[in-house]
């Protein structure tokens, strides 16, 4: 069945480093793919889309690019803040629109 | 901003009562889903509905129940509490079609002692 794949974490990063989240997917057909954040005591919020290959999702500095040729959906931000401290999930619509969450992955950054 | 309601969002409870987790939502969306999110953070689906008197189990096995009367409610039911059904619980909904995300509440945090 489709699924996602995504980074292990913690990530612990300091205050203005590069952040890169990998997230890879296994899917029949042509799947939406999405990243969620999840801020603490909170549920997820939609962070970006892309819906088709080649498409890029951006929002709040954050981007990933569709890479239909490998499966990926990888999460970039070229100057990471504290307040991005949070779990991102990656995720796809199945084949029935239904969405399927990577595991997640806790980013931490300090000051 | 999404509109969609859990509550309680805190509760806590002794083993054996019966509680009912409500989940609202006023965007009209057909598709609704609850997930059980362990202290690791991956996201379990136990129970979706694609519309009114539809309900599914997901893929994680689970003690719960689910009603669907209505279109903008969701609630998910546990008939006898037990300390391993202390989780978060995250309500979504989405709407039919092609591409739509999920919106999600704000989550209710279980406690059973």
């Known amino acids: 069945g489709d699924s996602v794949t995504q980074m292990e974490g913690p990530v612990t990063l300091s205050e203005e480093a590069f952040l890169t989240i990998n997230c890879t997917y296994t899917?029949?057909?042509?799947?939406?793919l999405f990243w969620y954040v999840q801020y603490p005591g909170e549920g997820l919020q939609l962070l970006l889309k892309?819906?088709?290959?080649?498409d890029k999702g951006s929002n709040k500095g954050f981007e990933a690019t569709y890479r239909k040729e490998t499966t990926s959906f990888h999460l970039e931000k070229g100057s990471v803040q504290v307040s991005d401290s949070a779990v991102y999930f990656c995720?796809?619509?199945?084949?029935?629109?239904?969405?399927?969450f990577g595991a997640g992955t806790r980013l931490t950054v300090k000051p | 901003e999404a509109d969609i309601y859990q509550t309680p969002r805190y509760l806590v409870i002794g083993t054996g009562k019966k509680i009912t987790l409500e989940c609202s939502q006023t965007?009209?969306?057909?598709?609704m889903y609850w997930y059980q999110q362990d202290p690791g953070m991956e996201l379990h689906l136990i129970h979706y509905?694609?519309?009114?008197?539809?309900?599914e189990k997901g893929d994680l096995s689970s003690e719960s129940t689910v009603s669907r009367i209505r279109t903008e409610h969701f609630p998910l039911t546990l008939e006898s509490a037990r300390p391993s059904h202390t989780s978060q619980y995250l309500c979504?909904?989405?709407?039919?079609?092609?591409?739509?995300?999920?919106?999600f509440g704000q989550g209710t945090r279980l406690t059973v002692v």
């Open positions: 995720a796809l619509s199945d084949h029935n629109n239904d969405m399927r």
């Open positions: 899917a029949t057909g042509y799947p939406s």
């Open positions: 892309a819906t088709k290959a080649d």
């Open positions: 965007m009209g969306h057909d598709k």
């Open positions: 509905s694609y519309g009114v008197n539809s309900t």
């Open positions: 979504a909904s989405a709407r039919q079609g092609m591409n739509t995300e999920a919106f």
